[in-house]
């Protein structure tokens, strides 16, 4: 059976501390070999209302950039 569905984000979520559904901030928290780690809190209050990991390709580890060699890159101009 194909996939009906793709990924969920929640627009709104159950705040004890409001006692009523409320509007979700999505903020990244972190970001693992795994995946990214979400955390989800109320718009009105600020309290956290739960966490979600978003599973991806493997995160490669920065490259060092490579420095630049004397004398490429530049332009040489003579006056006659």
Do not use: D, N, W
Not at 34 to 46: D, K, M, N, R, W
């Amino acid at each position: 059976m194909p996939q009906q569905f793709g990924t969920f984000t929640a627009s709104e979520l159950y705040c004890p501390k409001c006692q009523r559904a409320q509007p979700v901030r999505e903020r990244l928290l972190l970001i693992l070999p795994s995946g990214e780690l979400y955390e989800f809190s109320c718009a009105s209050c600020g309290m956290s209302l739960g966490k979600r990991t978003v599973s991806g390709p493997t995160v490669a580890p920065p490259q060092k950039a490579r420095s630049a060699r004397p004398g490429r890159g530049r332009l040489l101009t003579t006056h006659v």
